[in-house]
């Protein structure tokens, strides 16, 4: 982000809320390495629950399609996962790439239905915070430089008071494959 | 030889509901166009509108995705349920469901709805030659 407005531990808190609000657990109970699936007991419901509302407070949009779909959309069907559902090898490197630490057990060959519990507050946070950083340079609407936030967690003009128009999440996966493929070939 | 996938889900149609209602796109991202006509078109929508996120959910289990637990995923949307000339409900699979149902070569998709007092449950089996 050119003007680092919005921290990581902001994101961190509001995911937070947006968690105790929607699943009703106590929030010294969550932490970042803790699965939303398998430690506080997520469904399919809270998911969406929890993400609508991380973009209503930060006026983002997020991926609507996950990085596997977007995988076989750019290099090809089976690029990414196999007749059987597993995952290949090369879609097991692009996730290690994309999440690194925050998501540590992935394996080639897991089944497809393993990977929503691998997801953690972390991950979701890394999450947001890639789209928050794709930050335009000017303020879309009057060309204002200058970014400002009242309440740490909407960002925008200075001048107009326009909000920040965010790249949206499926369109930075696509550019973070087509980044990653140039630099690594995988495929 | 004959391979057979199911899925079930069962919707806390109350939860359901004020989730759906709290955020605006919900309807738009997971439901499509002919879903939300015969929906709106019921006395009840709420009921129905819960019903067929069962069989989505069901579908992906089916399909072996997994329950929707990435986000906002848009794979329920492809996975569409229409009914039928007799009324009964007809699954039909588009974008990444499709391709993920052509890789495990499934040619039947069958689901059944149903609902009771606070709760809708759905069932999908998915059969295919592999
Ligand atoms: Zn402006």
């Known amino acids: ?187 | 030889m004959m391979q057979i996938y199911q899925g079930v889900d069962i919707v806390d149609v109350v939860k359901f509901s004020k989730v759906f209602n709290a955020h605006r796109d919900f309807v738009s991202d997971i439901f499509s166009g002919k879903e939300r006509a015969y929906c709106m078109s019921k006395r009840d929508p709420s009921i129905h509108f819960a019903g067929r996120f069962a069989a989505k959910e069901a579908g992906l289990k089916a399909l072996g995705i997994g329950f929707s637990g990435r986000g906002i995923d848009h794979t329920l949307k492809e996975i569409e349920v229409i009914a039928g000339p007799s009324g009964r409900p007809e699954l039909s699979f588009s974008g990444w469901a499709k391709k993920i149902s052509r890789k495990k070569r499934i040619d039947r998709l069958t689901v059944s709805i149903s609902h009771s007092g606070n709760y809708a449950v759905a069932t999908v089996i998915l059969t295919g030659d592999k």
């Open chain 1, 1 to 187: 982000m050119s003007q680092n407005l919005i921290t990581e531990e902001k994101v961190y808190e509001e995911l937070k809320k947006a968690i105790v609000e929607t699943l009703r657990v106590d929030e010294s109970s969550i932490t970042p390495e803790s699965s939303l699936i398998n430690d506080l007991g997520a469904e399919s419901l809270d998911f969406l629950d929890i993400n609508y509302r991380l973009e209503q407070a930060f006026g983002m949009k997020m991926a609507r399609h996950f990085v596997l779909e977007h995988i076989e959309d750019m290099f090809g069907e089976g690029a990414a996962i196999d007749e059987d559902g597993r995952l290949t090898e090369k879609a097991i490197e692009l996730l290690k790439i994309r999440f690194g630490e925050n998501v540590p057990d992935l394996k080639p060959g897991m089944d497809m239905d393993e990977v929503p519990a691998l997801l953690t507050v972390k991950s979701m946070t890394q999450g947001v915070m890639d789209i928050l950083q794709s930050l335009p340079e000017k303020c879309t609407k009057c060309g204002g430089p200058e970014w400002k936030t009242e309440d740490g967690v909407k960002i925008k003009c200075a001048s107009c008071g326009e909000n920040a128009a965010f790249t949206n999440g499926d369109d930075l996966i696509k550019a973070w494959l087509t980044r990653v493929q140039e630099e690594k070939k995988i495929f």
